[in-house]
């Protein structure tokens, strides 16, 4: 747990809550919770969950949620490279605060 602008590294199952600005790194399967602003990085797996602004990266199977204006970034394996798929919340029917995972074909869907 960190405090505002805390700067926080984790390993695997780390779990995580950082403060107003904080910039977090999680290993796999990390659940991580940051303020608005925050700057979060998850591995594979990794549940997270970001405020207003915050800029969000997740491995393989990482579900994100973020609010007003985060921007999420799914990554995955295309069996030759990697690939990134970039979320805007607020565009293209993305809403803040619901959790997000990328499904089979690499499109952003809700998770019930």
Given at each position: ?112
């Amino acid at each position: 747990t960190g405090g505002d602008s805390a700067k926080m590294t984790g390993g695997n199952s780390a779990k995580m809550t950082g403060g107003y600005s904080a910039k977090m790194t999680g290993g796999d399967s990390a659940t991580m919770t940051g303020g608005y602003y925050a700057k979060m990085t998850g591995g594979n797996s990794a549940t997270m969950t970001g405020g207003d602004y915050a800029k969000m990266t997740g491995g393989y199977s990482a579900t994100m949620t973020g609010g007003n204006y985060a921007v999420l970034q799914f990554s995955y394996w295309d069996g030759e490279r990697q690939r990134v798929v970039i979320v805007y919340v607020g565009e293209d029917g993305i809403k803040a605060n619901v959790p997000y995972k990328l499904d089979e074909n690499h499109k952003p869907v809700e998770v019930k």
